[in-house]
Every structure is written in structure tokens, then in C-alpha cells.
């Protein structure tokens, strides 16, 4: 089972997810806030394995919650729930270690699936909005630079790497490198354990910032 909780302040709005999440026997609610600091309270008391959280909301808002909730819960994953592509303030969520972002309007199969990924993080949620969000935030950020860490990865790793940041899957990948799905993951979880990262979008967004590639998905000239 899959525990679930939403944080938004529209009460329609937790009503749709929580019918999305009660449709499905592996879901189970484990609870609804209507700002932060509930939410904060929520991943104290429940662990939850998925969070759907608004980024606007009064009080305490989403980007502010996320690592209080990530202090209370690690395990936890933090889904950013938007209402615009490319919502500004979104990009901080990046770096405060949400793992997902979702447009509010998505339908309740898009929901259903975007829970299942997440919690089972395999693929990028959204993967054509989440790199749009990374590029944006690299794009922000200061000037790329390798500061060392890369050493730290094998040269298959850091053509796992290069691959995940291009959006590709565990599958996609396993095919450009002629290995097994499962020597990818193996190879995703090193390069997360080695370089300190919590998933694949800061997995994403250290390869941008380690100039290992570049915004549009390409590598760096040689």
C-alpha cells in the first residue's frame, strides 16, 4: 500500500484528490491539511509515502513547508501541486528537495500514475515539465562547474547520469548503454548514495549544475 496525504487550502480541490486516491486498492489516505504547517504536522504523525502539496497557500505556503516536512519525514516523497507549467515559485521547491511537481488540472489517471512513480521512483514525474523547471532553475543559478564531485563517479555513472538528466527512463537508458534495467537502477543508486542526492530530480538538476549537461539536454562542448 501506497500512503497518500494532500495539503491544499480549496477544499474541491482535496475533495478531487482524495476520490482519486480512495478509487485505487494499493492507495491509502493518510490524512489532508489546508496549509504548511498542517502538512508539516501530517508528515510528523504519518510518514506518508507520497505528499500532494499546493505551492500557494496562506501561512506557512508549500515551498516553505517542504523542508520541515523532509525534517520530519526523509522517506517521504513531496509532490509540488501547481497550477501554472511554469510557476515561478516553483523553482525554489527544486532545491528544497521536492521530488515531483503536478499540474492541479491533471486528470485522475494522470494523478493515479504520477502517485505510483513517485513512490516507486523509477521515472521523472512529468518528465517534459520537470526538465522545463530544472533548465529554468539552472538557468538562474550561478555558471556550472564540476567542483569535485564528479571524480567520485565511474564513467559508466556519469553516463547513467547524463542520461537520467535527459529525461530518459531506467528502460530508455538500459537500451543507449546495452544493459539491463536492473543494472541501471543499480547504477542510479550509487550515483544517488555517492553524490548525497534524495531522487532523481536532484539527480537531475546536480548534473546541470556540475556542467555534465546543459539546458536543451545536450552535453557541453569538449
Known amino acids: 500500500m501506497i500512503s497518500v496525504a494532500i495539503v491544499d487550502d480549496q477544499p474541491l480541490i482535496r475533495a478531487g484528490l482524495r476520490m482519486a486516491v480512495e478509487s485505487q486498492p494499493d492507495l491509502r489516505l493518510a490524512g489532508e491539511g489546508a496549509d504548511g504547517a498542517e502538512a508539516i504536522a501530517l508528515a ?4 506518508p509515502d507520497v505528499m500532494l502539496l499546493d505551492v500557494r497557500m496562506p ?3 508549500g515551498i516553505r513547508a517542504v523542508p520541515g516536512i523532509l525534517a520530519a519525514a526523509p522517506a517521504t516523497r513531496v509532490v509540488m501541486l501547481t497550477t501554472f507549467d511554469l510557476d515561478e515559485y516553483v523553482y525554489a521547491a527544486l532545491r528544497a528537495g521536492a521530488s515531483a511537481f503536478l499540474l492541479k488540472d491533471a486528470g485522475p ?4 500514475a504520477a502517485i505510483r512513480q513517485v513512490a516507486g521512483g523509477d ?9 522545463r523547471l530544472v533548465e529554468e532553475y539552472v538557468a ?3 555558471h556550472a562547474t564540476d567542483d569535485g564531485r564528479l571524480a567520485a563517479l565511474t564513467e559508466r555513472e556519469r553516463d547513467v547520469l547524463a542520461a537520467l538528466a535527459q529525461g530518459l527512463s531506467n528502460v530508455e537508458i ?9 543494472t541501471v537502477k543499480t547504477h542510479v543508486s550509487r550515483i544517488l548514495s555517492k553524490l548525497g542526492l534524495r531522487d532523481r530530480v536532484q539527480a537531475v538538476i546536480a548534473a546541470y549544475e556540475l556542467g555534465l549537461v546543459v539546458p536543451g539536454g545536450g552535453h557541453p562542448p569538449r
Not at 489517471?109 to 493515479?112: D, L, M, V
Not at 521515472?123 to 526538465?131: E, G, I, Q, S
Open 44 to 47: 510528523r504523525a504519518h510518514r
Open 174 to 182: 538500459g537500451a543507449r548503454l546495452h544493459v539491463s534495467e536492473g
Open 123 to 131: 521515472l521523472l514525474l512529468a518528465p517534459a515539465l520537470t526538465r
Open 59 to 61: 501561512g506557512v505556503d
Open 140 to 142: 538562474r543559478a550561478p
Open 109 to 112: 489517471e494522470q494523478i493515479i
